[in-house]
């Protein structure tokens, strides 16, 4: 007699690559994550009773996903039109950069890795790999869990706070912390579990907010003088800002600065885009004096000189409330 | 990284104590009942006995073949016990405990063999009729554990049957054109 198909709910989250697949699926007493090579599925099952716990860390995953390509899949086709109706040509080249700023913003800053804890294993779910997903992830498995092993001892999680200070014996009942599975083990003293939860500013975020104070200054000196110079020397500025801010997005992926000031870079490199594709296309109207027009740079020059000081005073102040505040440690909450 | 015991405090959230970085931790209780592992008890002079270890104590029967097993050996599925050796040889109701680890996707080789060996045309004459082959043979087999339709299989077996139509066509249009050369 053939067995009864188990049925599975599909959960939040699937990785979908040009030859690999990833997804978890929810049976009547276990999660199935399902591993595909194209032509093979591998398969590899978490009894709900057995889940001890499920952790997301923030970390950077640059993955191109099915859906990726075919935007910029749709993005060629839309280039290759705009080679024959022109008018499609501003967009075209706006949405690109766009396009890729965006994937470069959730990779690095709405990403995370999703570990499944047994007694025996410690696995990354491939396919909850943005932070949403994770958190529709978690809301979908931990009441079903919840509902098989019951609720945590809140008197566990006493006996576990009072390791932090002196020593004392395990409550009645409880088992000792020496018990417990590595994933609750105290990470041993090394180097790098001496450096304090990121820093407020590092060097890229310094050098940064240098950039966006030279900007604004050259832009200022724009509108009295107009040296070939000072084109370079803003060229030179952007450059360096790009630069940074990709620092600067590595060291917050690394857990080196904790200050928000990356989502300034993400909103000046979306600025720059955007600044440098309405400048071409202004300066190509008054090129061609399809209408009689105005100083066109200056526009722009004045708006990205207020734009520059918006975002140097925002950065300032991120890193120097950040500055202010203890580092976001809970042993610092004296609990 | 190993989280700190104290972080599972801070309802749900735990920083890192190297990077920093902000987790979002799920605790359950099974991580408690991990320290308290099956432990076979050894087994008293008259007491039943494990059938793969006669120095430990019995502690169910196995629902399949019957054999006493002792806490070590004991394999619980679907609320049954069941001993080693049935499990292994899937015996019995066995088969109906899902253990498979991996699966191969017919309907997606048969779908694919068609679509991709046009990118070179005339690997098409040995693709469309293998992939028509696959199709048939693999129709009955089961598919993914999740995956439940068999439009890919239907899709192979009609893009192959299309591919080889239009091979039968273009040889049968060949066949037929005047032979030149006899003047």
């Known amino acids: ?56 860390a923030r970390a950077g995953r640059f993955h191109i996903s099915s859906r990726a390509l075919a935007l910029g899949a749709l993005w060629f086709a839309s280039w290759v039109v705009s080679l024959t109706y022109l008018r499609l040509t501003p967009f075209v080249w706006t949405a690109g ?20 804890y047994t007694a025996v294993s410690a696995d990354v779910l491939p396919s909850v790999y943005r932070t949403w ?3 529709r992830f978690l809301r979908a498995v931990e009441p079903r869990i919840r509902e098989v092993q019951g609720p945590i001892d809140p008197a566990w999680l006493d006996v576990a706070g009072r390791r932090v200070g002196p020593e004392s014996a395990p409550a009645p009942g409880m088992l000792p912390l020496t018990d417990l599975p590595s994933i609750l083990e105290p990470a041993a003293p090394g180097p790098a579990a001496a450096t304090p939860a990121g820093a407020a500013r590092t060097v890229a975020s310094d050098i940064f907010l240098a950039t966006l104070l030279i900007e604004a200054a050259l832009d200022a000196a724009g509108f009295r003088m107009n040296a070939p110079a000072l084109s370079w020397l803003t060229a030179a500025a952007a450059v360096a800002q790009i630069g940074a801010a990709v620092f600067l997005f590595i060291d917050r992926s690394r857990g080196r600065l904790r200050s928000a000031v990356h989502k ?52 300032a102040s991120i890193v120097w409330r950040a500055g202010e505040e203890p580092p976001p440690s809970l042993l610092g909450n004296g609990s | 990284m190993p989280l700190s015991k104290w972080e599972f405090q801070a309802g749900g959230t735990a920083t890192c104590p190297a990077c920093g970085a902000a987790n979002t931790v799920c605790a359950f209780p099974a991580m408690l009942a991990a320290a308290g592992a099956a432990r076979a008890e050894a087994a008293l002079e008259g007491e039943a006995a494990c059938f793969d270890h006669p120095a430990k104590r019995a502690t169910a029967a196995c629902s399949q073949c019957g054999r006493y097993v002792c806490a070590l050996c ?29 699966r ?80």
């Not at chain 1, 690095?108 to 570990?115: A, E, I, K, L, N």
């Not at chain 1, 202004?282 to 004045?302: G, K, S």
């Not at chain 2, 997606?108 to 005339?122: D, E, G, I, N």
């Not at chain 2, 293998?130 to 129709?139: E, L, P, Q, S």
Request: hydrophobic fraction near 50%; proline fraction near 5%; aromatic fraction near 10%.
């Open chain 2, 74 to 102: 004991a394999v619980e599925l679907g609320g049954e016990v069941w001993c080693p050796n049935c499990v292994a040889s899937r015996a019995g109701r066995a088969r109906a405990a899902n253990l498979e680890t991996s």
């Open chain 2, 104 to 183: 191969t996707l017919w309907d997606s080789v048969a779908f694919t063999l068609p679509l991709a060996s046009l990118a070179v045309w005339p690997v098409t004459i040995l693709a469309a009729p293998a992939a028509i082959a696959i199709g048939i043979v693999k129709w009955n087999r089961p598919l993914s554990l999740v995956r439940r339709t068999r439009w890919r299989l239907a899709a192979g077996i009609a893009l192959g049957a299309a591919e080889t139509a239009g091979w039968a066509w273009a040889i049968a249009y060949l066949l037929a054109l005047p032979r030149g050369g006899g003047g």
């Open chain 1, 97 to 116: 950069p766009l396009l890729v700023i965006a994937w470069l913003y959730i990779s690095f800053d709405r990403s995370c890795v999703c570990r499944i």
């Open chain 1, 1 to 56: 007699m053939a067995a009864e198909p188990i049925r599975y709910r599909k959960l939040p989250g699937h990785r979908r690559g040009i030859i690999n697949a990833s997804s978890v699926w929810l049976g009547p007493d276990h999660l199935l994550l399902v591993k595909s090579q194209r032509f093979k599925e591998e398969y590899k099952r978490y009894y709900l009773r057995d889940i001890q716990a499920i952790a997301v």
């Open chain 1, 133 to 135: 997903t994770a958190r």
């Open chain 1, 264 to 315: 300034v870079a993400i909103a000046r490199l979306i600025w720059l885009t955007v600044v440098y594709y309405i400048g071409s296309g202004l300066n190509a109207i008054t090129r061609t004096a399809m209408i009689p027009f105005v100083p066109a740079n200056d526009v722009i020059r004045a708006i990205d000189l207020a734009v520059s000081i918006v975002l140097l005073a925002t950065g």
